[in-house]
């Protein structure tokens, strides 16, 4: 397996340091059934548009006339589902050996900024361990678009060259290679290794043990499996 030894080493968040499915479903059906008095998911709505949207993109969907109503109950619920998240197993002792040895961790998300906080305080993770957080509030593009890690590497002072990107899906591959850097794309997120490889990232690790050797951690202390 190739080993990135780069300084820098940006994160997308869901689907690669934490899994907040069942945390964002079981949100929406608290908002759907208090506000709107229906079931979730609604029968127009496929399951993958869930992840791939935002909260507001859907509420305009559903109610375009009570979207900041909406929304604003899916932030105040938000905080009280946590416990349906999931920590990828040895995350928080993968980026504080990547800190220890000298390395740079970044976030790079679509997730407003709000919710990336919440799930890094349920990963136990503090923000400061982070050189730079970018979430969906820093640019009008997303990923697939390189927009976002452009301004990861920015504020991490940062050159592609020395960093390397890691995430679940395709979107995360297209937007670092289109940001020219070196991709890890990992299977154990929402999306499985076969469509993964369609798009050719330099590895793919298939558990946090993996990821650690394609960064080059030999040792990181705690349950990496």
Do not use: W
């Not at 609604?42 to 399951?47: A, E, K």
């Amino acid at each position: 397996m190739k080993a990135f030894t780069s300084k820098h080493v940006l994160f997308d968040l869901d689907g690669t340091l934490v899994d907040t499915r069942n945390a964002v479903t079981e949100c929406y059906r608290r908002v759907f059934r208090n506000k709107l008095g229906q079931d979730f998911p609604p029968v127009d709505l496929q399951v993958g548009d869930i992840f791939a949207m935002r909260p507001a993109e859907i509420f305009a969907i559903i109610a375009p006339e009570r979207v900041d109503e909406l929304h604003a109950a899916y932030r105040e619920n938000y905080p009280h589902c946590t416990g349906f998240i999931k920590v990828f197993p040895g995350i928080r002792d993968l980026m504080l050996a990547l800190t220890r040895d000298g390395r740079k961790p970044s976030v790079v998300t679509n997730k407003g900024i709000e919710r990336t906080l919440i799930d890094l305080d349920v990963a136990g993770i503090p923000p400061s361990t982070f050189t730079s957080i970018v979430t969906a509030e820093d640019t009008v593009e997303r990923k697939p678009h390189p927009a976002p890690i452009l301004l990861g590497l920015k504020r991490a002072h940062a050159e592609a060259s020395d960093a390397v990107y890691v995430g679940d899906g395709p979107q995360d591959i297209l937007a670092a290679r289109a940001a020219g850097m070196g991709i890890v794309a990992v299977s154990y997120g929402f999306y499985e290794a076969q469509s993964l490889q369609l798009h050719q990232p330099d590895v793919i690790a298939a558990t946090t043990g993996e990821l650690a050797a394609a960064l080059g951690m030999t040792s990181v202390e705690g349950a990496l499996s």
